[in-house]
């Protein structure tokens, strides 16, 4: 029940109320209806009631404006906060919106995997850039944004070729999904599924997969112009390998993305047709 405030209303006194010739009756009434919020006493001309403070909108100091391009309405099931909308440390909106659309796709097509994590890695920057990212879509954070190497088959620098094809020792695009951990010839490593059928599918027959390298490095790039080339796998600095490989195990996606010459997106055949209308490039 609403209470009504009389604070601005003038005080009726006691000898007033004598002064009235209402009877008993009546008086009765008028006091219960006071007590029902039936009747309300205008508040004086000269001390209006302060209007009620309107609820504070949520993080609207702090939320970024939304970008288009990221809002994809197949990926409803990967929500991501809005943090993400306009980038994440570097992360181009375009990229996220086409992993979260391949993501979509896959989800689509029966694949499962973790809600909670997403890599993505842009081809189209320098090798000297950090171009990985790990993402806890869950709570809106970045947990890794690291140097990753590309294949000898690639490029220098710069990847602008790519291929599914075994001995081509150039990277994949496409969506990837995590599995399980083992020590090989490059240490500590993580098996990568290919999830898009003849862009990636081939990963498992190449042995792509994720593991640390003396010649992912700062150093390496300063020196050479470059960080060192694997065979295809995103290799990763040996100080951060093993922790990324540890937080994306076991059925996380991978989204590795690049554009070519023309601008024309290279990305996943998982991507919905009502998404971001990516479309494959030429595969070496």
Known sequence: MKKVEYSSAPAVTRSALRGLLLPTALLTLVA???????FTVPPASAAPAPKPAAAPAPQVATTPRAVPAVSVPAVAAVPVPAVFAEGADGLSPQVLAAALDAVAGARSRGISGRDDLLTVIDYSLPSTEPRLWVLDVARGKVLYHELVAHGS?????????????????????????????YEGGNGYSLKLKGLDQGLNDRAEERHIVMHGAWYVSPEQARSQGRIGRSWGCPALSEQIARPIIDTIKGGSFIFSY???????????????????????????
Not at 155 to 167: K, Q, W, Y
């Open 153 to 181: 088959g690639s490029g220098e620098n710069m990847a602008t070729r790519f291929s599914n094809v075994p001995d081509s020792r150039a990277t994949s695009l496409g969506l990837f999904l995590t599995g399980g951990t």
């Open 32 to 38: 219960a209806g006071c007590h029902l919020g039936l």
């Open 258 to 284: 690049a554009a070519n010459e023309n601008g024309v997106v290279t990305a996943s055949s998982s991507a919905s047709s009502a998404g971001t209308g990516l479309r494959r490039g030429a595969k070496s």
